[in-house]
T-cell receptor, first 114, second 110 residues
Framework: AQSVTQLGSHVSVSEGALVLLRCNYS??????LFWYVQYPNQGLQLLLKYTTGATLVKGINGFEAEFKKSETSFHLTKPSAHMSDAAEYFC????????????FGSGTRLLVRP | SQTIHQWPATLVQPVGSPLSLECTVEGTSNPNLYWYRQAAGRGLQLLFYSVGIGQISSEVPQNLSASRPQDRQFILSSKKLLLSDSGFYLC?????????FGSGTRLTVV
C-alpha cells in the first residue's frame, strides 16, 4: 500500500524567505511523486512531478523538489516566497506502473506574510 | 485539449435530497476518470474511479455512487444526502505523469 505524509498543516513564511514544504511517502514499488497547488475554490494544478531519471525536478513558479529514496522524501522548496504563492499544496504518490491512482497527502496551507 | 468540465460549481442541498454531479472530459478517448472529495481541513479522498464505460470501482463505503454512461461522462450521485457529504468534489482524469483536475463542485448539505 502507498501513503503520503505531509508534515505541518500550516506553514507561514515571510515574503522573500525560503519555502520548504515537507513530504514523506511510503511505497512498496518505485513511486511516481507529484506536488499540486490549489487556490481557493479551484481545482488542483500540477506544480512538478518525479517519475524516473534526475532526482531534482523543477516545476512552475520557481518551485523544485528532490526525490530522496533513502529518506523516502520529496520535499518542495522555493528560494524566495512571493505573496502569490499563498495556497494549499498537496503531495501525492502513485505506483510507477499501469495503475495511475494518486494517493494524496492531507495538504499544507502556505501563508506568506508581507 | 484535456479540459474537464464540472457542474454545478456550487450547490446547497437539504439533508435527504438526491444528488447528481456531472463531469465531462474533452480530448482523448477512454480516459481513466476519478472522483475525489475534499472535506474541510482534510486532504483529498479518492471516492471512485473508472477505467471505461460502465466500469466503476469504489474506494470507500459511503452514501454515494458513481456511473459512467458514456466514455467521457462520469456522474456522482446520491439518493439521500447526509450532512457528512458536504465538501468539495473534484473530477480528474489521469495521464502518464499526472492528473488533470476539473474546477470542482462545492456541495453544502444543510
Amino acid at each position: 500500500a502507498q501513503s503520503v505524509t505531509q508534515l505541518g498543516s500550516h506553514v507561514s513564511v515571510s515574503e522573500g524567505a525560503l519555502v520548504l514544504l515537507r513530504c514523506n511517502y511510503s511505497s512498496s514499488v518505485p513511486p511516481y511523486l507529484f506536488w499540486y497547488v490549489q487556490y481557493p475554490n479551484q481545482g488542483l494544478q500540477l506544480l512538478l512531478k518525479y517519475t524516473t531519471g534526475a532526482t531534482l525536478v523543477k516545476g512552475i513558479n520557481g518551485f523544485e523538489a528532490e526525490f530522496k529514496k533513502s529518506e523516502t522524501s520529496f520535499h518542495l522548496t522555493k528560494p524566495s516566497a512571493h505573496m502569490s504563492d499563498a495556497a494549499e499544496y498537496f503531495c501525492a504518490v502513485s505506483r510507477g506502473d499501469s495503475s495511475y491512482k494518486l494517493i494524496f497527502g492531507s495538504g499544507t496551507r502556505l501563508l506568506v506574510r508581507p | 485539449s484535456q479540459t474537464i468540465h464540472q457542474w454545478p460549481a456550487t450547490l446547497v442541498q437539504p439533508v435527504g435530497s438526491p444528488l447528481s454531479l456531472e463531469c465531462t472530459v474533452e480530448g482523448t478517448s477512454n480516459p481513466n476518470l476519478y472522483w475525489y472529495r475534499q472535506a474541510a481541513g482534510r486532504g483529498l479522498q479518492l471516492l471512485f474511479y473508472s477505467v471505461g464505460i460502465g466500469q466503476i470501482s469504489s474506494e470507500v463505503p459511503q452514501n454515494l455512487s458513481a456511473s459512467r454512461p458514456q466514455d467521457r461522462q462520469f456522474i456522482l450521485s446520491s439518493k439521500k444526502l447526509l450532512l457528512s457529504d458536504s465538501g468539495f468534489y473534484l473530477c480528474a482524469r489521469d495521464r502518464r505523469g499526472g492528473y488533470t483536475f476539473g474546477s470542482g463542485t462545492r456541495l453544502t448539505v444543510v
